[in-house]
């Protein structure tokens, strides 16, 4: 891809302090989207609350928000972000940029990482990274493939220039991501049902019932803990503090369906294992177009209740009980649970193209790849 040869853009940025900045940096996408039928919009409310200073992410953080504006219209946006827990964790001064979206000009894209390089640099970080939220819960990776795709509502939509625009720029590849869609089978293999039997009394392991959503409120305490536990080798990640949980508890509950969801526990009913997956929410909120009221609510209540495509979250297992078959039964039961609920396919939330585990037990489930997304870091200092 080329880019256009035009005469240099003079390109003002901004930064975000006012709530109208703000509004205006929120509802940017929604116009840079207008049209296009594979984006899902975010709901404004919640953006809202995400980058304000109530987000307590915040209290172990730093972060700009800034616009990119030619002749007094806006063209383009980023977040500037230091998770100082993250850097401390991991031994490392790295930046992350988010949120991140610009028309097809070099000279906008340019003038934003100029900005975001130059923030970075001067609060002494050694590289900058992204696209990245604030934690490993929120949304990463540019899309890099599969444009043609409807997106989730846990993932980043991008324009096809997008990845381009960052390898001119000097941005290398940190790490790539897969996404996988599949036919939910209208009957569960035998041997994986057989299985599932097997591991379940071998190990003398129970099911925590998740009949209402008060059980997942319930649950949730043990969760998170062990997404930690799981999650431990994941790029980026860091522990959550006790003020990040009650905020992810409130954003996660509402969307969960209990009928989509398998926790699995010892013979002592410690959670081990969990499986979470949810009706899709994609073609609800293009209907609701950032807005809950007043049809919002209706179109996401009705994808919760009847759908024919559902979402695969989160699987994750305690380390002491990994290799020992826990996720066939994961997705014996959730497949099992889509299927009653008429699900007819699904896909996967990104997974690291090292996870070769997971991929091959996507696998035995008929699945194709049909996205991929790449997160990309750049050195700031030359550190020979």
Do not use: C
């Not at 929120?26 to 116009?31: G, H, L, P």
């Not at 522990?239 to 969307?255: A, H, L, M, V, W």
């Not at 969960?256 to 979470?276: C, H, M, Q, Y």
């Amino acid at each position: 891809m080329s880019f256009e040869k035009k005469a240099h853009m003079k390109i003002q940025i901004k930064e975000v302090h006012s709530s109208a900045d703000l509004n205006a940096f929120i509802k940017f996408q929604f116009k840079h989207y207008a049209g296009n039928k594979y984006w899902v919009p975010p709901l404004i409310r919640d953006e809202k609350q995400y980058l304000s200073k109530r987000n307590p992410v915040l209290k172990h953080g730093e972060m700009q928000l800034i616009l990119a504006y030619f002749n007094g219209k806006i063209v383009g946006r980023a977040a500037a972000i230091i998770n100082h827990r993250e850097n401390e964790t991991l031994n490392v001064k790295h930046a992350r940029f988010g949120w991140l979206e610009f028309i097809n000009k070099i000279d906008v894209s340019k003038a934003l990482f100029k900005y975001l390089e130059d923030w970075a640099k001067a609060r002494g970080m050694t590289a900058i990274k992204g696209p990245f939220g604030f934690t490993n819960f929120d949304k990463a990776g540019m899309l890099y493939e599969g444009f043609d795709q409807l997106s989730t509502m846990a993932t980043i939509y991008n324009h096809s220039y997008y990845p381009k625009h960052l390898e001119s720029l000097g941005y290398k590849k940190l790490a790539d991501w897969f996404e996988f869609w599949a036919e939910v089978p209208k009957e569960t293999p035998e041997k994986i049902t057989q299985l599932s039997k097997v591991i379940y009394e071998r190990y003398g392991l129970r099911d925590l019932p998740v009949k209402k959503k008060k059980d997942i409120h319930l649950l949730l305490n043990q969760f998170f803990p062990l997404v930690e536990k799981a999650y431990a080798e994941i790029e980026g990640f860091v522990p959550f503090t006790p003020e990040q949980i009650d905020f992810y508890k409130k954003r996660f509950s509402r969307f969960v369906n209990p009928n989509l969801t398998k926790f699995v526990a010892d013979s002592e009913g410690r959670l081990i294992a969990f499986g979470i997956s949810m009706p899709s929410f994609s073609k609800a909120l293009q209907k609701a177009n950032g807005k809950l009221f007043p049809f919002g609510i209706f179109a996401i209540h009705k994808a919760l209740r009847k759908n024919d495509k559902a979402d695969l979250y989160l699987i994750g297992v305690h380390p002491d009980w990994q290799g020992k078959g826990i996720p066939a039964i994961i997705m014996n039961a959730i497949i099992d649970g889509m299927r009653n609920f008429g699900i007819q396919s699904a896909e996967s939330n990104p997974e690291l193209e090292t996870n070769n585990k997971l991929h091959q037990m996507m696998a035995r489930y008929n699945t194709h790849t049909h996205k991929k997304r790449r997160v990309f870091i750049k050195e700031l200092y030359d550190l020979d």
